[in-house]
């Protein structure tokens, strides 16, 4: 079950939009999983450590299709209502995106700085 937004048009394109960026998201975790992973632990990743991680991400991909077929069902886009939608979604991914980029970039210097002096 889940909680229904107004009938706002507005705001309906935008809750669509931002559900639809969480499933292209949760779908990049599922193809670069090693990746990803890196935003929580350190490699070398344990095989149990791997699989547990797949599976969080795997769920999480599913539950982002399932929210958004319940949304698209309960408020259907109208025709109008498609390419504002698509535009709105488009610059949320593209936020994630760098957002992700970011993060990634970070995670790579992290790993590359060399170790403490005294260590």
Partial sequence: MFVSIPSDPFAQRM?????????????????????VMG?????????WVQWLFRAF???????????????????????RDIGPTIGIAAIMCAVVALMSIF????????????????E
């Avoid at 931002?18 to 599922?30: P, Q």
């Fill in 57 to 79: 991400f795997a769920l999480c991909f599913l539950g982002a299709l399932d929210r958004l077929f319940q949304e698209l069902q309960a408020h259907p886009l109208t025709k």
């Fill in 39 to 47: 935003f929580w632990l350190r490699p070398p990743y344990r095989r």
């Fill in 15 to 35: 809750n669509i939009a931002f559900i639809f960026t969480a499933a292209c998201w949760t779908l990049w975790w599922n193809i670069q999983w090693k990746r």
């Fill in 103 to 118: 993060g990634l970039w970070m995670l790579d210097r992290r790993d590359r700085k060399p170790g403490i002096p005294g």
